[in-house]
């Protein structure tokens, strides 16, 4: 009697978790879509540019409105209530350069759809170029700085939040400017028991990773224009290894341009702009390297590089290695 019970007493208690689950999937269902916040677009071109806005678990999806007036009467071609999917990112093309856009989304799901998300206006660039390239904005943090704005331009500065009296700053502002009023100087540092310590500044962010250190920083932004040359100022004074002083190290000054391949799963190579030297220049000089592109497809993310050891993610240069880059451009075909 004890048993069968008991066995009624579980097939009943499973019957008011399932009924209760129900009812719960049923309220979750009425409950009405959440307002997306958008962004400040952080990457915005001549004729295209990324948006992205904050996303929610169990939302079904969103839609995006891309205008050239406020009120919404004059919308782009193909932006208008556009079913973005669950995606909280897009990438917003056939815009005209110097020209104001206005972006709002909302999410949806089957209860019904949320109210837009207050409008952002974006104007697009006049050149496909990346924000910053003079280097004259830094962001200062508790124990670095670094170029502005975060998510373009990255260094291996955010070591220093680990032990800030152990691990050094490679890279820093600098007054000593071939323009303007700031330029970026980045050096190679060597703390004992520690791998050899590169200057860098990069596109894209920079993520502590003690297991892997080389996959700490994720380099690149999206891009997908073919600039021909890549154009800057730099000073650059290679460090002398006194127990090697045969062994010379260099600097690299490099623009890369990529596109997922989804078959392979990696980044194919498009194109490269390389200069890189073992020379000391002493005063600010202009580097001017072409870009050689190795097919015909088109990018999707541009990385650039400056490095005061060029073998520097291998761990390898020498300690006082200085390099200065400032004026940075990219020129197109005209």
């Given at each position: 009697?004890?048993?069968?019970?008991?066995?009624a007493?579980?097939?009943?208690?499973?019957?008011?978790i399932?009924?209760?689950?129900?009812?719960?999937?049923d309220?979750?269902?009425?409950?009405t879509?959440?307002?997306?916040?958008?962004?400040?677009?952080?990457?915005?071109?001549?004729?295209?540019?990324?948006a992205?806005?904050?996303?929610?678990?169990?939302?079904?999806?969103?839609?995006?409105?891309?205008?050239t007036?406020?009120?919404?009467?004059?919308?782009?071609?193909?932006y208008?209530?556009?079913?973005?999917?669950?995606?909280?990112?897009a990438?917003?093309?056939g815009?005209d350069?110097?020209?104001?856009?206005?972006i709002?989304?909302?999410?949806?799901?089957?209860?019904g759809?949320?109210?837009?998300?207050?409008?952002?206006?974006?104007?697009?660039?006049?050149?496909?170029?990346i924000?910053?390239?003079?280097?004259?904005?830094?962001?200062?943090?508790?124990?670095?700085?670094e170029?502005?704005?975060?998510?373009?331009?990255?260094?291996?500065?955010?070591?220093?939040?680990?032990?800030?009296?152990?691990y050094?700053?490679?890279?820093e502002?600098?007054?000593?400017?071939?323009?303007?009023?700031?330029?970026?100087?980045?050096?190679?540092?060597?703390?004992?028991?520690?791998?050899?310590l590169?200057?860098?500044?990069?596109?894209?962010?920079?993520?502590?990773?003690?297991?892997?250190?080389?996959k700490?920083?994720v380099?690149?932004?999206p891009?997908?224009?073919?600039?021909?040359?890549?154009?800057?100022?730099?000073?650059?004074?290679?460090?002398?290894?006194?127990?090697?002083?045969?062994?010379?190290?260099?600097?690299?000054?490099?623009?890369?341009?990529?596109?997922?391949?989804?078959?392979?799963?990696?980044?194919d190579?498009?194109?490269?702009?390389?200069?890189?030297t073992?020379?000391?220049?002493?005063?600010?000089?202009?580097?001017?390297?072409?870009?050689?592109?190795?097919?015909?497809?088109?990018?999707?993310?541009?990385?650039?590089?400056?490095?005061?050891?060029?073998?520097?993610?291998?761990?390898?240069?020498?300690?006082?290695?200085?390099?200065?880059?400032?004026?940075?451009?990219?020129?197109?075909?005209?």
């Amino acid at each position: 009697m004890g048993k069968k019970w008991f066995s009624a007493f579980v097939a009943l208690l499973l019957l008011v978790i399932i009924v209760s689950m129900a009812c719960k999937k049923d309220e979750d269902d009425k409950e009405t879509a959440t307002v997306p916040t958008l962004f400040d677009p952080l990457h915005v071109y001549s004729t295209y540019l990324y948006a992205s806005w904050s996303s929610e678990a169990g939302i079904s999806g969103y839609k995006l409105d891309v205008a050239t007036d406020q009120g919404f009467t004059s919308k782009v071609p193909g932006y208008d209530n556009k079913d973005m999917g669950v995606k909280s990112i897009a990438e917003i093309n056939g815009l005209d350069p110097v020209t104001n856009y206005y972006i709002r989304v909302k999410s949806y799901k089957s209860s019904g759809e949320s109210g837009y998300s207050a409008a952002r206006m974006v104007r697009t660039a006049g050149m496909d170029t990346i924000r910053n390239m003079d280097f004259e904005r830094w962001i200062q943090y508790v124990n670095y700085e670094e170029p502005s704005p975060h998510r373009i331009w990255a260094t291996a500065n955010k070591t220093k939040d680990l032990n800030p009296g152990l691990y050094p700053a490679t890279t820093e502002k600098t007054t000593d400017a071939a323009s303007g009023q700031y330029a970026a100087k980045m050096f190679t540092h060597q703390v004992t028991g520690l791998p050899l310590l590169t200057g860098t500044v990069s596109t894209g962010v920079f993520n502590v990773n003690l297991n892997d250190p080389l996959k700490s920083m994720v380099t690149g932004v999206p891009y997908r224009t073919k600039p021909t040359r890549f154009k800057g100022y730099f000073k650059y004074m290679p460090g002398v290894d006194n127990a090697h002083p045969n062994r010379q190290d260099s600097c690299e000054i490099r623009a890369t341009l990529f596109r997922w391949d989804k078959i392979l799963g990696q980044r194919d190579t498009i194109g490269e702009a390389i200069h890189r030297t073992a020379d000391s220049v002493n005063v600010y000089t202009q580097f001017d390297a072409p870009f050689i592109y190795y097919n015909g497809n088109e990018p999707d993310s541009m990385e650039l590089i400056f490095a005061s050891s060029s073998k520097g993610s291998y761990f390898v240069g020498n300690v006082g290695s200085t390099l200065f880059v400032d004026g940075i451009e990219l020129e197109f075909s005209k």
